[in-house]
């Protein structure tokens, strides 16, 4: 009787113990999101005045580590990995200063830079953050103040 008692008590204990644990179940997201914003030139003493002259592609490749039944992160630190190409849809070569910006919940990017890029032709910019900003969950946009025409 002794060790039924004792066989219970521990068999009780134990439920207790893994009942009050929620196992975590971390998963592993990979994405791939390409946004596209189209750069227009506004300067009225443009050749290409209220035309568009580039195409600015922005690239999250993120891995991300979550617990979809706790609602939140666990496993290994996300990784995230924004980059940008720039493609010229003129004839012309340009050069201007640009700026991309977004805005999410995760957080912000401001990036500007200059570049030249050949007609009709793309660069590659590359990576131009590592911060998790979540581009589906974003406002983007593209900018230039000064685009030059060759």
Do not use: W
């Not at 914003?37 to 005045?49: E, F, K, Q, R, V």
């Not at 190409?85 to 805005?103: A, E, G, H």
């Amino acid at each position: 009787m002794k060790t039924n008692i004792k066989l219970f008590s521990l068999v009780l204990l134990l439920a207790i113990i893994f009942s009050c644990k929620k196992k975590q179940s971390c998963k592993i997201d990979y994405t791939n999101i390409i946004k596209t914003d189209t750069l227009i030139d506004y300067n009225a003493s443009s050749t290409h005045y209220h035309q568009k002259v580039a195409v600015f592609k922005l690239t999250d490749n993120s891995t991300v580590h979550y617990d979809a039944d706790l609602y939140s992160h666990c496993g290994e630190r996300d990784e995230c990995k924004i980059s940008l190409t720039i493609k010229n849809i003129t004839t012309q070569q340009i050069s201007m200063d640009y700026k991309v910006l977004t805005n999410s919940v995760a957080g912000q990017l401001n990036y500007s830079s200059q570049v030249t890029v050949p007609a009709g032709g793309t660069v590659d910019i590359g990576q131009i953050s590592d911060t998790c900003i979540y581009l589906s969950n974003s406002s983007y946009r593209a900018e230039s103040t000064n685009i030059t025409y060759f």
